[in-house]
């Protein structure tokens, strides 16, 4: 049985912009000449970090709902992990999400949660999943 560890955050966007200005590679930052000393996207400067490898990441913007369970289900290995989300979920003082991102545990060394305006990201820990 081969498994794999990531980082999981649930959260709500105030819109689907935000998300995506969130969430997406900088491209721009390429055009500078000191351009690997300038994160790769807002979420990585969250996290503290300069570059994460978006390939290793998953994440989408959903309509919000309490179901928990049946809202990710259409994300990879979700069979293996979504009762788990849910446990921890179901521990939140919110109820109604519209964003997962989890990430291979490698890209992020001091993961945390985030509050800003129009964002919250709840770090809920690292579940390891069959693959």
């Known amino acids: 049985m081969r ?72 994300y990879s290995y979700s069979n293996h992990w979504e009762s788990e989300l849910e446990n921890r979920c179901s521990k939140l003082s919110e109820s109604e999400f519209n964003t997962l991102i989890f990430i291979s545990e490698d890209q992020i060394k001091n993961p945390k949660s985030i509050k800003e305006t129009g964002i919250t990201l709840e770090y809920l820990g690292v579940i390891e999943y069959e693959i």
Do not use: C
Request: hydrophobic share 30%; charged share 35%; glycine share 2%.
């Open 3 to 74: 498994t794999e560890k990531s980082h999981f955050w649930i959260g709500k966007f105030e819109n689907e912009s935000l998300y995506y200005n969130f969430i997406a590679e900088d491209d721009s930052r390429y055009e500078l000449e000191d351009y690997d000393a300038i994160p790769v996207s807002k979420f990585a400067k969250s996290q503290g970090e300069i570059w994460i490898d978006h390939d290793f990441m998953e994440s989408r913007f959903e309509k919000p709902t309490k179901d928990i369970k049946n809202q990710f289900n259409k």
